[in-house]
């Protein structure tokens, strides 16, 4: 059963339940960009980014990467694992978008050799900005071992990703994931959606993604339905 509201984040709300160890995970319909610099709402973006991230969840979960997401309660409601959520946000890079072509020498669209992991520290307040493993470890926010595990369940989490949305004519340039503690083993958290992903059209390159409301590339609400369409089917029969 819900309980009190814990925490409310900028896509999401967090409730505790009658179980210690499990949350809700409530996905709203708010969008945001640039820090919430920029503000904005959709109507289905809840339950499409829920019905997505539940798909993906599940299928990495058959591939033996474990997850927090326990069941649905509702469209928009995720029943999940209670987590000690570690506070570095690991990005995974496989084609050159966003803001590593501002920051460096490096032209929109190239495709790395290999994918190029960054970590940023998870804080509003300093503005997320980019760890190195020194800095991670002296904020205390993981020991080196979890660290080699967060990178090693990142790469292997992109192996399984890219593979199966390119069958569904989804590119992944890019993609943030986030990890938590349990028991003392590091599994996956957040979520995976239109909102922390890079989705791009196979053949046009087209946007579907946040980057539609970010840089008013056309119509968000289609965006996300389409990548709905090509991901969880089963929800528009």
């Known amino acids: ?38 503000k904005g709402e959709m109507e289905k973006k809840g339950y499409y980014n829920s019905q997505i991230s539940k798909k ?7 591939k033996g990467i474990r997850t927090h997401f326990i069941k649905m309660l509702s ?46 520290y998870k804080s509003d307040e300093f503005g997320d900005p980019m760890l190195n493993d020194d800095i991670a470890l002296t904020l205390g926010l993981a020991t080196r071992e979890e660290i080699a595990t967060i990178r090693k369940l990142a790469l292997r989490i992109n192996e399984l990703l890219v593979p199966y949305l390119d069958e569904r004519g989804i590119l992944l340039p890019d993609f943030k994931l986030e990890f938590g503690r349990i028991n003392g083993e590091i599994i996956l958290a957040d979520e995976i959606s239109c909102d922390t992903c890079r989705f791009w059209d196979k053949e046009t390159k087209r946007s579907m993604d946040k980057d539609v ?15 709905a369409r090509r991901i969880v089917p089963e929800i528009f029969e």
């Open 213 to 227: 409301f970010r840089f008013d590339k056309g119509d968000i609400s289609k965006a996300y339905e389409e990548v």
């Open 56 to 62: 993906l969840f599940e299928m990495l979960e058959e």
């Open 1 to 38: 059963m819900k309980r009190e509201q814990l925490y409310s984040g900028k896509a999401k709300t967090i409730y505790a339940t009658d179980d210690p160890d499990a949350l809700i995970s409530e996905f709203r319909n708010s969008l945001t960009a640039f820090n919430g610099e920029k």
């Open 75 to 120: 469209d928009i409601e995720m029943l999940v694992r209670k987590v000690e959520i570690i506070k570095i946000e690991v990005i995974v890079r496989n084609i050159a978008a966003g803001s590593i072509t501002r920051k460096y020498p490096i032209e929109e669209g190239i495709v790395f050799e290999s994918p190029v992991l960054v970590f940023d």
